[in-house]
């Protein structure tokens, strides 16, 4: 005898993440739309992390919105407290990934759709290029990404915001304001609201669709190691004509206690494995203003002050690869130093990811 659990199993089922915002509600009306045709089943999610005031309001109008589409509707009220070191949106977004992930196991998922769109790419772009993100930063959201158990699609990322109101009001569908996405103290709003305008304006009318099209160019063109299906690491471009970083990757136990000089290579390292789910890491040279919080050490420190106090001279320096995370900016590893207190194994028993990075001259043998 067939069960609910098996036949949901046969169906693809997606959680829609709606906020109740414009583009998430553009998502659910899409989706709807194409439910019978594409043969899935569309579940609305709703996370309502109580931080605004309006929130509860937000919640009201999403159920009533799945209900006039006929879709099943699953959400979830969690009060939002943050942790030591944690912002109020870091906290939102820990447990905002607690009940999706809840999501897809208890309701039988197979991915979550959310709705960023090309305006978003864009934004994420100049925002990681103003801490000089690598490659695999710029690329920034891609069409499916793994963070934890999650399997999230992004399946608006070639249309513009501007067009998902448009679609919006020709069907007199409304959507909710969050008015603290006009306060350009921001970051975010910041870039939407002025630089990118000031950009379209002043140097090129189509700039959200060209930082797109070179976003999408790294991600093609990036070489990458997976770890456990979850985490990424870039490779890293070659350092000279002569010379190339070698990185291997592999799942291990605990760590070693090793000492070395900062930047000399080989160099082994351990992290731990649960504190790199999700994340994108990229093998790179250091760059000025580059920070990380070693591990043992209670505050951030500057490269550049670990590298005065280690007497590190310059020729190291400017040739020296890091372990970065691609998205945050923060170095988790220097070859020959400690990692970042945020990946640091907690316990000789723990799951690790074990980091060797060797030099390889142009024939391929090591040093």
């Given amino acids: 005898m067939k069960t609910l659990s098996d036949a949901r199993r046969k169906t693809f089922r997606v959680g829609l993440a709606v906020s109740g915002g414009a583009d998430s509600v553009a998502l659910l009306v899409l989706m709807a739309s194409l439910r019978a045709s594409h043969g899935f089943e569309p579940v609305v999610l709703h996370f309502d992390h109580g931080i605004r005031k309006e929130s509860a309001d937000d919640a009201a109008f999403v159920k009533r919105l799945a209900a006039r589409f006929g879709l099943p509707f699953h959400s979830a009220r969690v009060k939002v407290a943050r942790r030591k070191g944690e912002s109020i949106e870091m906290a939102a977004r820990r447990e905002r990934l607690k009940f999706f992930a809840a999501s897809m196991k208890y309701l039988h998922l197979d991915c979550i759709a959310t709705g960023h769109q090309m305006d978003d790419v864009a934004e994420t772009f100049l925002m990681r290029l103003k801490r000089s993100s690598g490659a695999a930063g710029l690329a920034g959201l891609k069409p499916v990404s793994f963070v934890e158990d999650i399997v999230f699609i992004r399946p608006l990322l070639n249309v513009r915001g501007r067009e998902l109101r448009d679609y919006l009001r020709a069907r007199g569908i409304a959507w909710r304001e969050d008015a603290t996405n006009a306060d350009t103290s921001i970051l975010r709003n910041k870039v939407r609201h002025v630089i990118l305008p000031f950009l379209a304006r002043e140097l090129d009318p189509q700039i959200v669709e060209h930082i797109c099209r070179s976003a999408s160019y790294l991600r093609d063109q990036g070489r990458a190691v997976v770890l456990d299906h979850r985490a990424t690491v870039a490779a890293p471009p070659a350092p000279s004509r002569t010379e190339a970083f070698a990185l291997s990757v592999e799942r291990a136990q605990g760590y070693e206690k090793t000492s070395a000089e900062i930047g000399s290579l080989p160099a082994d390292c351990w992290m731990d494995a649960a504190a790199l789910k999700g994340r994108t890491l990229e093998v ?84």
């Fill in 284 to 367: 790179r040279r250091w760059r000025a203003g580059d920070w990380m919080k070693p591990s043992g050490f209670p505050h951030r420190r500057k490269l550049q002050d670990i590298f005065v106090t280690a007497k590190t001279p310059p020729s190291i320096r400017h040739s020296l690869p890091v372990i970065a995370d691609a998205e945050t900016g923060e170095v988790l590893w220097i070859p020959g130093y400690r990692v970042s207190e945020s990946v640091k194994v907690p316990s000789p028993s723990a799951v690790s990811v074990h980091f060797s990075l060797k030099v390889e001259n142009k024939k391929g043998t090591e040093r």
